[in-house]
């Protein structure tokens, strides 16, 4: 399972809206992809339809969709969002990850 902080809550809402999703309705897809300084990276975008290989979650009024490939890479994760003039924007805080780049966009086990 995935958590969501309170500050990575309201960025989501805030996004959603802008791009046509609801936040009620809608969900926010994250997976794993190959790529990144560090070997995997994290995809995250808004979603309106479930495929047969998704698992679905909810935490903080948020849905989150994950394939199942991607489900072993994320169990436990949180994710974050930071914002202001040192901010990174959403940071996922993953505790099955060796290593982490910089920006915290990629990562490897």
């Not at 791009?19 to 926010?28: K, Q, R, W």
């Not at 975008?45 to 679905?56: M, P, R, S, V």
């Amino acid at each position: 399972m995935i958590k969501v902080s309170e500050n990575a809550k309201s960025k989501l809402e805030q996004l959603m809206s802008e791009e046509g999703f609801n936040i009620i309705n809608d969900f926010v897809r994250v997976g794993v992809k190959s790529g990144g300084c560090s070997g995997l990276s994290y995809d995250l975008k808004f979603d309106d339809k479930i495929g047969e290989n998704d698992k679905l979650f909810e935490d903080e009024s948020v849905k989150i969709a994950i394939d199942k490939k991607s489900f072993l890479y994320l169990v436990g994760t949180t994710l974050e969002y930071s914002g202001g003039l040192n901010g990174k924007g959403f940071v996922f805080n993953n505790p099955n990850a060796n290593r982490t780049c910089g920006c915290g966009e990629s990562f490897s086990l």
